[in-house]
T-cell receptor, first 115, second 111 residues
Framework: NAGVTQTPKFQVLKTGQSMTLQCAQD?????MSWYRQDPGMGLRLIHY???????DQGEVPNGYNVSRSTTEDFPLRLLSAAPSQTSVYFC??????????????FGAGSRLTVL | GENVEQHPSTLSVQEGDSAVIKCTYS??????FPWYKQELGKRPQLIID?????GEKKDQRIAVTLNKTAKHFSLHITETQPEDSAVYFC??????????FGKGTRLSVIA
């Protein structure tokens, strides 16, 4: 099992450009989520999904879109990149959402710089 | 929604000493409290978790305690070693809601 795979690992964008961060898991997890990590701010939830076709907003959703067409994939789209979106992004999945069995498995992270 | 406060933000201890990191949460319905460790440049990984029907849980040198009345929980690391140096995150959630993380504690173990 590869676990949670994120691509790309590093990306530099110019302000206003769009891009998609890819996330795929091969553990048949129902729950998938995206967090951003900024110095001193911990891990903040952007969007999450409890199953294919279902997505919801987290704490900091503005400027990001997600979709969940399959159980395996949960891409994060930046619509018009801004310097404030410079961050490290982590995708994480678990067997189910909530405290029932939500031991999160994280991807390796994607470091995004917006100039 | 849930709010998790974590203290201290940085902690330095001598090798062999104990380290304690404390978190408070706001939602009395939260019932799951994990701790994640993130080494430099790596992904966060679960090291221990506790559910609200348990007051304490141990795994070798690490332990977590939970006080539901006061809404706080703590991570205890005994006999610290240099490889314990990392950022530690606490988190909390209620059933069927996403985890909310604290801001993290950077632990440095000085040899």
């Amino acid at each position: 099992n590869a676990g949670v795979t994120q691509t790309p690992k590093f990306q530099v964008l110019k302000t206003g450009q769009s891009m998609t961060l890819q996330c795929a898991q091969d553990m048949n997890h129902e729950y998938m989520s995206w967090y951003r990590q900024d110095p001193g701010m911990g891990l903040r939830l952007i969007h999450y999904s409890v199953g294919a076709g279902i997505t919801d907003q987290g704490e900091v959703p503005n400027g990001y879109n997600v979709s969940r067409s399959t159980t395996e994939d949960f891409p994060l789209r930046l619509l018009s990149a801004a310097p404030s979106q410079t961050s490290v992004y982590f995708c994480a999945s678990s067997r189910t959402g909530g405290s029932g069995a939500n031991v999160l498995t994280f991807g390796a992270g994607s470091r995004l710089t917006v100039l | 929604g849930e709010n998790v406060e974590q203290h201290p933000s940085t902690l330095s201890v001598q090798e062999g000493d104990s380290a304690v990191i404390k978190c408070t949460y706001s939602d009395s319905a939260s019932n799951y409290f994990p701790w994640y460790k993130q080494e430099l440049g790596k992904r966060p990984q679960l090291i221990i978790d506790i559910r609200s029907n348990v007051g304490e849980k141990k795994d070798q040198r690490i332990a977590v305690t939970l006080n539901k009345t006061a809404k706080h929980f703590s991570l205890h690391i005994t006999e610290t070693q240099p490889e314990d140096s990392a950022v530690y995150f606490c988190a909390a959630s209620r059933r069927n809601t996403p985890l909310v993380f604290g801001k993290g504690t950077r632990l440095s173990v000085i040899a």
